[in-house]
Structure formats: C-alpha cells, structure tokens
C-alpha cells in the first residue's frame, strides 16, 4: 500500500472526504510527523481530544515517524548522544530533547495505529565507520522503544539502518528480527541521495532478510518506477511526498506518462488529464483549465492536480495487489517497469 504523507495532520490540500474517498480506492492509513506534530500544536492538544484521529476528523489508520529523520533534517543546532537528540525546532527557539521513551510517549498521545521506533538517521555519503555508531545507537534505541512502549495496543515498526554497506545493513536487520515483539520492519535511511542502483541492492538484501508474517515498509520511497522496483523485491508499504509536491509544481503522473502542466503546449487542451483516471480534475476538467489554475498559481490547481497524483499513486497499488493475488504480478512488473 502507498500512505498519502499526512506530515501536521492534512495532506497537503486534501479535504476529508477526498482522503475518505482515496481510502475506498485502496489507502487506508496516512503516515504522520511526530517532529512536525510535537512542536505544533504539541502534545496537551492530542492530549485533549484523545490522539489525532479524532482532532483531524480521519477514521482510518495512522501510521507515525517517530521524528528521528526530521530532527537530523530539519532541526538546529542540533547534538546527539545515546540519551537522544537536542535540538531547536526554530532557530533561537527553545530547546527540545526527543529521546526513544519520549517519541513513543508522543506517539502514544497521537494515538497512531503504528508507531516507530527512533532510529539515528545519517547522511547517504557518510563513512563505514560512521554508519556502523549510529547503527549500533539505532539498535540501542530499538530495545529502549520495545520497552516504552508498555502494554500498549498500537503496532512498533523497528527501522533497518546501515547506510549503503551491505554488511551493516545485513547486522542491523539480523539483530532487530532476532527481538521479540516489533510488528513490522522498516528500511531506513535510503531516498536520502543514494545511487538507484545501490537502494536497490541494499533493499532486495534487507527485504531478502525480514520475516514473511510482518510487513516491510521502505521509508520515503519513491516514485511510481521506485515503488514497482521494491514491490519486486518484496517491499509491501511506502510513503512519499511526491504527489503532492509534484502537484503544486504542475506536474503530474498519467497512465500515458509525466506531464508537466506548466508548458504553453497546454493552453488550447481540450481533452482529459488521464482518460484513465476517475479523479474530478480528470473527469471534469480539461487539461487546458488545468494549465490555466498552475499558471495562475491558484490553489485550486495545485489541490487537483495533488489529489490526481494520489489517485495514481492509489491505483496503482490497487493494480499491483490484485496482479500479486492472481499470480501475475511478473507480467505487470515487466510491462510497466522503466529500465
Ligand atoms: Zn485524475
């Protein structure tokens, strides 16, 4: 399944019953930020209203970061030791510590349906040496997360690390399958500017490692060829901002391939974005109205062309379950993968 990324609680520009309608189509959980959410509104808010679900009104599944990838993104002036990580959420702002027992308080509060460990993220060009520290520290955190989470009834997803080395990537998967109690498994720490070649080495060697009774989620992965090259190896989950992000850019995703909404080529398109596709902008829209909302920046624009690409992204998935359930998910791999 695709997770439409729900980072402060909205995927960007969707409505409710839009998401509610995605979710008929085949997305049932939304991924959301705990960074982004422990800053703003903080955690008194879910407090208050008994998690996320309820405050954004979403009847369907959650699952949470634990906000590990955004306090090494985003955060300033940031430190970083075994306890967990300090940071600044903005800049001369207070100082916040996210540490694995607080996470999972917070994602506890959030109510998500999945929680994720912290993990220690680290950048795709780091050394072997560099990668095996925030590994191991992952691993540490891993087995603190197990035990914060308590008698709680919500999922634990742990989080594969190792950079690009195959060997770490081997030790990380092989030490936290060998724990008791996590409910599904996470690639972590690829999308991050690694060669496409490598992720996928390194994804078919961890996939190749995991448990066939628990689901694999790669981490911010990809687009629609990204995906269909890890459903091969044997990933089941993913998330990624590129629907949306694409959108507000005019770009988009059809059955015919990418279009880029902003060319002067579209001024006078009197046909459907996607004849394929069931989505309002492709139903009631010609192409050239469509041009018109991205050229004038209108928000409508960037909110139909979002909710567009998640449909593809949607029905994609839909497309490649049914193929799997019926034997034939080779055949679709060979006819839409992109050498
Ligand atoms: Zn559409």
Request: net charge negative; charged share 20%; hydrophobic share 40%.
């Amino acid at each position: 399944m695709f997770m439409p990324v729900g980072t402060r609680g909205t995927v960007r520009t969707q409505t409710l019953p839009q998401l509610q309608q995605l979710r008929t189509l085949g997305a049932p959980m939304l991924l959301a930020n705990t960074y982004h959410l422990l800053l703003r509104p903080g955690i008194e808010v879910f407090e208050q209203f008994g998690g996320l679900h309820r405050f954004m009104g979403w009847d369907g599944a959650i699952l949470t970061d634990s906000g590990g990838f955004q306090v090494f993104s985003l955060a300033h002036s940031r430190t970083i030791d075994d306890a967990g990580a300090a940071f600044q959420g903005v800049q001369d702002g207070p100082r916040t510590v996210l540490s694995p027992e607080r996470s999972i308080e917070m994602q506890r509060a959030i109510g998500s349906d999945v929680m994720m460990v912290m993990d220690h993220c680290i950048d795709a060009t780091c050394s072997e040496a560099e990668a095996r520290d925030a590994m191991e520290r992952t691993h540490r955190w891993a087995r603190r997360s197990l035990a914060a989470r308590g008698a709680s009834s919500q999922q634990l997803f742990a989080i594969i690390q190792g950079a690009r080395f195959p060997a770490l990537r081997r030790e990380s998967a092989l030490d936290l399958t060998s724990l008791d109690g996590f409910d599904g498994y996470a690639i972590g720490g690829l999308a991050v500017g690694e060669e496409r070649e490598e992720r996928e080495a390194i994804t078919e060697l961890v996939a190749a490692l995991l448990p066939d009774d628990r689901p694999r989620y790669l981490m911010g992965v990809g687009t629609p060829n990204d995906i269909l090259e890890a459903v091969h190896r044997g990933v089941d989950m993913f998330d990624c901002i590129m629907p949306t992000a694409w959108a507000q850019h005019g770009r988009v995703f059809t059955s015919t391939g990418e279009l880029d909404l902003r060319k002067g080529s579209f001024k006078l398109a009197d046909e459907a974005l996607d004849p394929a596709c069931g989505c309002e902008a492709c139903t009631r829209h010609s192409r050239a109205y469509l041009h018109h909302l991205v050229k004038c920046q209108e928000p409508l624009g960037w909110q139909l062309l979002a909710n567009h690409n998640l449909h593809y992204y949607v029905r994609m998935m839909a497309d490649i379950r049914v193929a799997i359930a019926s034997g034939s998910f080779g055949e679709l791999y060979a006819a839409r993968r992109r050498a």
